[in-house]
Structures are given as structure tokens and as C-alpha cells.
């Protein structure tokens, strides 16, 4: 799908985004990053980084050189040559594409829904599923599989080849002693692409991680450089200070894998959310604070000229309903009005990454092809618009209504996500600095983060609505599901 | 400041999640006012009897769960109050006659290898201190070796493994075998983090699954009264 320049929403003005940027360059110069792992700190080294104690300063024309040096331009293969496409970091097309890791699997029951285990027939059957869905334009790895450790990456690289016409994103790579071996599976390595979460927030670096991502680089791999902090707890509550530490951690590993190998195929995949510090500190994805923060991650990164993976659509909800359904159409509507190219769109999945089930990926599919037929259509119209639009589409769709209180709540959710609440100043800035040093020089940090929210979560940062109860029907869902069986071979019920 | 003042201060710093006098506190407002850790210090040079000040942690820790049940307070006035306590029963507990501690029993704590996360674990830890358990914390990316020579020096009555990754949480039942072959099957070992579940608890052979910090508690005080 192709965007218009005009329908990049500014969340940010070009000072602001220079002002992150070099909060983020003060972060790295002067906090540096924790590495323990000897050959990685002895390549930053090289290259002009310093140390101070475990932690690698950064400074800032390594910084510049590594944007400058970084692939602007990323193919993404696949096995049926009229499924694959290219990311260039200058152009508004977006791709959307499955989230990936879930451990269960919801099924419809005749008493409701049902969550089970994930096996490895499901990641077939997923699979299988996930190649035909018309939105889907990569397969990111759905659900784990029940195989030993040591077998998993081969295993999902045999059910990706025998299933998978698309571009395939591995998602985590589980031992690099494996990856010739997928290699050789798949049999182009153009098709893969992974996820690399390299920094645990805030700002240390997780050895293992870098291991995987000195292997992917090395054979010039595309990878996802994957960071989420989660305000008030791994991050300051502070939109800003978030954001700051984001993209500090995110610089870090676009600094690395340049410095592995110049030109590295990396995406930048920011995704700032918040903690739920009204009850168990549990992540909020799609919730309208969070959203925004996301959405502007991706404008920090189409600011710097680079790929930028993005994340969209991860409901809280645990089975397939109408308040999901807006969650996901907020959610994928924000995320490609803010310049994302790639985005782990979260089809299928439900309670956050933990499950998927089939009827979601049906649903999602049916709602992001009204997503993207409405953005599309009236390019002038405001993004709260377009996404009141989808929602009253997806809703008739699916056989209800968006009612007079219903649509209210979307509205308060959209203006939740175009609302400001901080200033971008030095002064601000600053503050939210120190806080994140403070909490790095010290091993329990999240207290320092979820004190510090303690005012803001008073003066409602964290949004607050209500639930959008609506009832979905889902026989269109049933047999569109049913229409997907291979010939002779079954698919879900 | 007559002592009495000095017991009433006290008690509303810890309400207030106020832990020095460099924090803002409960409303924000309260910077370069005295803290807990100040008025513990004060009461001490009062002279008031340690066990007093451990019965005013007692009596405010009670007023902040009242207030979090009623959904007055939140997660993070609860765990500064809880982060208030905690720190200051490293001044007090030396100062308590042997035997007159809280008692509650040792907890060993670590993320298990391979994951660097440590929200809940953190959170876990600073409630425990706050309900008067003394805690081990190992840190992050712990091995499983490292996990039962611990418990072989500390000799805890509780373990706590938390992972947040679904790649991760395998490792827990490395650890729990780990465990039980050196010995320790008396030690209660509780799991917590995202992916885990009562189900993968009871698949690995661990005691309790915890869904957060307050479960925690719960299942370890059900622990204690089987016991």
C-alpha cells in the first residue's frame, strides 16, 4: 500500500525530533551502554567507542557515520517471486505482515473459545493459513512449536519452506550454531529476515542477543533491531524520556551492526510502551498512549532515512471481539500514518503476544483490508476520521453497529493518541536524562521509573476508557476459514 | 520533635512512599522534607524502642493496603511504600534483640538464564521486603548452577524464578530439577512472568505459580499456614 507524503502525520516537528535526537546522543556519550560480552566491546572499541567500567560509551560522529552507513534499501525474497518486495527508507509504501511467538492457540468451541498449548501442527496449520491471507505480505513465525530447544530452528525453517510463499521473517533466532542449517532448509537465504532484541531497557545489552545479531550481520541477514521499553517500569513514565531512551538503545545497535559490517540490512523497530501501573505493571500495547509512542518511533526513524519496522495491532484481549477489533484498526491506522514501512501487524493474535487463533487472522484480515481501502481512499481526511471510517465498515461487516457511546469512546481514544502532554524542552529533557541515569547506576531501576510516575499516572497519562461491547458475527468468519483447507487436508474448524 | 511526633511522621512518610528527603513522595511535593530513612535515624536517636518503629511499618504497610484494595493508591504508591519499608529494616534489623525480627522465612530470587528482565522480579522484591521477608536477590540471566549454589549458602525457605520470554521460560525447569537432585526438596520454588502459567508450574514441577506481587504473597502465606 502506497501513502501519500501529505498523510505522514507530524507528531513531532523537526526541532523536537533533533532534540531526542541528541538526547539520545548525550545518553549514549555519556551513560554508554552495558556490554559484557568481550568480542563486542572490543569492536566498539575499535571503532571510537569508550569504556567506562561494563558500559560502552558511545560518541556522537559514530552515531552519524553508522545512519549514514546503514542500508537504506532492503529486498525481502520469497519463494513465489510475485510475493516479494523491497523496503526503500525513502518511499511510503507499507507492508504489512503476522506478529509473531505466541504460546497458545484459541479455538471456537461449541460452548465459546478455548485456549490450548501451541504445537507444532498449529505452526503448520498457521502457517499454511497465514500464506493465503490476501493482507499479509510477510509471514513473521506465529506460534512456538513443541520440539526440543536444540531442534526448533531447523524445524520451523522445514515448516516455513514446505508452507510459505512469502517473504519469511524467522523472528529469534534460538542458536546461531543453527543458522547455516535454516540456510540450507529454506534454500535462498533473500527469503529470511529475524528480530534482534539486543538491549534490555534500559540501555544493557543482552549478551546472547549479540551473539545473534554478529551472525545475522555477518551474513548479511536483514534484521529487525527490536527494542521495548515499558514506561514506568524499564523506562522513564515520561513520554519523552521513553522516547529518549528508546531510540538511544536503538542507535546503539544500528551503531553495531555497522561496525560488523557497513551497510547493514537493519530495521528500526521502536516500540515504546506502557506499563500498567494500575495493577500488575503488565505491558499496554494497544492502548492509546502507547500507540502514539509507537507512532512516534516511526516518524524518529523515517526522520533519520532508515528502514523502520513497525508494530501495530497487539490487543489485550484474550478472544476474538468488537473492543479487539477497534484496538487493532486504531492501532494499524496510526502505525502507517506515521511512515512505518514494515509492520508486525499482530494478525491473529490475541492477549497480547501470547495466542493466536484462526477466526483473528480471518477477522484482522477482513479489517486491514478496510483499513487500507480507507486510508487510500480519501487521503485528505484525518487520521481520526479514516479510523472512525474503518471501524463503522468493520463493524457492518461483521454483521453490528457502532453505537452513538461506542463511537464517543473512539473518539476519546484518537484524541488520546493526537494529544501532546509534554514539552519537548532542554529543561524537561534533562530531567528525564537524569532520571535514566539514575536508575542505570542503580540494579533495581524500575522503582526509580515507577516512583517517578507517580504524578503523571495521577494527571492521566495512562489511558482510561471504556470497553466497546458490540457483538461480532462470525459466520462470514466460519466459512471464509473453511475455504482455506488445502485440497484433501483439513484446516481449523 | 517529641517522640510521638516523630512515630506520627514516620508513619505518614511510609503512606506517603516518601523513602528521603530526595524524593518528591506520593504528590510529588515533598522533596527536601524528611524521608523514612531520616526518621527511622531520628526515632533511633530518640530513643524509641526498635520494636515500636517495626510495629509503625507494621500499622502503615496495613493503611497502604487499605488504600490499594479501595483503588486509592496504585501499583507505584504501593511498592513506594513497600521500597520505604524495605530499606529501612536494613538500619532496624540490626538494632532488633535476636529473635524478635519479623520471621517470616528467607526468599532467594533470580531471572532465570538467558533473560535480562527484571520488572516483576523487582516488584516481587521490593513487597517481600515491605512484608517483612529478607530477600536474595541473584539478579538477571542467573545460570542454574549459580541458582542452587546459592540456595546452598542461603539456605532459603522460598525460591523465586521469573522469566519474561517465551524462549526463556524453559530454563525454569532446568533449574527446579537442578534443585530437587542437589538435594533441596524442602525449599518451596514459586514461578512468575508473562508466559507462565499454573499448568507450566505443575509441568516442571515447581510449587506455586505467581501471577504478580500480591499472588506472591498469598501463595507463600498459604505456604507458611500448610506448613
Known sequence: ?493 | MSRKETVRDLEHSIIMGHIDSDDEGYDGMMEGTPGTMELVETALEEGIDPQDILTVFNEAMDQVGVKFESGEYLLPDMLASAECVGEAMEILEPKLAAGSGTGKGKFLIATVKGDLHDIGKNIVITMLKGAGYQVKDLGIDVPADDIVAAVREYQPDYVGLSALLTTTMIEMEHVVKKIREAGFNGVKIFIGGAPTSEEFARKIGADKHCRDAMDTIEKIEETRDVS
Not at chain 1, 551492526?257 to 528500526?268: E, S
Open chain 1, 1 to 493: 500500500m502506497r501513502l501519500l507524503k501529505d498523510q505522514r502525520i507530524p507528531w513531532l516537528t523537526p526541532e523536537e525530533l533533533k532534540a531526542v535526537h541528541q538526547g539520545s546522543c548525550r545518553l549514549l556519550s555519556q551513560i554508554g551502554v552495558k556490554v559484557t560480552h568481550e568480542r563486542i566491546a572490543r569492536l566498539l572499541a575499535d571503532s571510537g567507542a569508550h569504556s567506562r567500567g561494563s558500559r560502552m560509551c558511545i560518541p556522537e560522529h559514530l552515531v552519524d557515520k553508522a545512519l549514514s552507513d546503514t542500508a537504506k534499501v532492503i529486498d525481502f525474497n520469497a519463494p513465489d517471486p510475485n510475493k516479494r518486495f523491497t523496503v526503500d527508507a525513502a518511499a511510503d509504501e507499507v507492508r504489512f505482515g503476522t506478529g509473531g511467538q505466541a504460546l497458545y492457540v484459541v479455538h471456537r468451541t461449541a460452548d465459546g473459545w478455548e485456549k490450548r498449548p501451541a504445537v507444532t501442527g498449529d505452526l503448520r496449520q498457521i502457517l499454511t493459513l497465514c500464506d493465503q491471507l490476501d493482507q499479509a505480505d510477510f509471514v513473521t513465525r506465529p506460534v512456538e512449536c513443541d520440539v526440543p530447544e536444540e531442534q526448533m530452528d531447523i524445524e520451523k525453517a522445514k515448516l516455513f519452506r514446505a508452507h510459505c510463499t512469502k517473504p519469511m521473517n524467522l523472528a529469534n533466532l534460538v542458536h546461531t550454531k543453527n543458522l547455516d542449517g535454516i540456510i540450507e532448509v529454506i534454500g535462498d537465504q533473500s527469503y529470511l529476515s529475524f528480530i534482534v532484541c539486543l538491549v534490555a531497557s534500559p540501555l544493557s545489552m543482552d549478551t546472547s542477543a549479540g551473539d545473534k545479531l554478529l551472525a545475522l550481520v555477518e551474513k548479511g541477514l536483514p534484521a529487525a533491531l527490536s527494542s521495548c521499553p515499558q514506561a514506568g517500569s524499564t523506562a522513564p513514565f515520561s513520554e519523552v524520556g521513553e522516547l529518549i531512551q528508546l531510540n538511544a538503545e536503538l542507535l546503539f545497535g544500528i551503531v553495531l551492526a555497522n561496525t560488523i559490517r557497513p551497510g547493514a540490512k537493519v530495521l528500526y523497530r521502536g516500540i515504546p510502551i506502557t506499563s500498567d501501573l494500575y495493577t500488575d505493571g503488565s505491558p499496554r500495547w494497544c492502548q492509546p498512549e502507547s500507540i502514539r509512542r509507537v507512532a512516534i518511533a516511526a516518524q524518529i526513524s523515517r526522520w533519520y532515512g532508515i528502514p523502520c519496522c513497525g508494530t501495530a495491532g497487539v490487543s489485550d484481549q484474550g478472544v476474538p471481539n468488537a473492543q479487539g477489533l477497534s484496538e487493532k484498526i486504531l492501532s494499524w491506522s496510526v502505525m502507517a500514518a506515521s511512515g512505518a514501512h514494515y509492520i508486525n501487524s499482530a494478525l491473529g493474535m490475541l492477549q497480547q503476544v501470547m495466542s493466536v487463533s484462526p477466526y483473528q487472522y480471518v477477522i484482522d484480515d477482513a479489517a486491514l483490508r478496510i483499513v487500507k481501502e480507507e486510508l487510500t481512499a480519501s487521503p485528505q481526511r484525518s487520521i481520526g476520521d479514516t479510523v472512525l471510517a474503518s471501524v463503522q465498515r468493520a463493524f457492518s461487516y461483521f454483521g453490528t453497529s457502532l453505537d452513538e457511546p461506542s463511537e464517543q469512546e473512539m473518539r476519546s481514544r484518537i484524541a488520546h493518541v493526537e494529544t501532546a502532554k509534554e514539552p519537548y524542552d532542554e529543561a524537561y529533557m534533562n530531567k528525564q536524562i537524569e532520571s535514566i541515569e539514575k536508575a542505570v547506576a542503580r540494579e533495581s531501576g524500575s522503582s526509580i521509573f515507577m516512583k517517578g510516575a507517580r504524578k503523571g499516572l495521577r494527571e492521566g497519562y495512562l489511558y482510561t476508557g471504556e470497553s466497546i461491547p458490540a457483538e461480532l458475527d462470525l459466520e462470514k468468519v466460519r466459512k471464509r476459514l473453511a475455504s482455506y483447507a488445502p485440497e484433501g487436508g483439513e484446516i481449523y474448524e
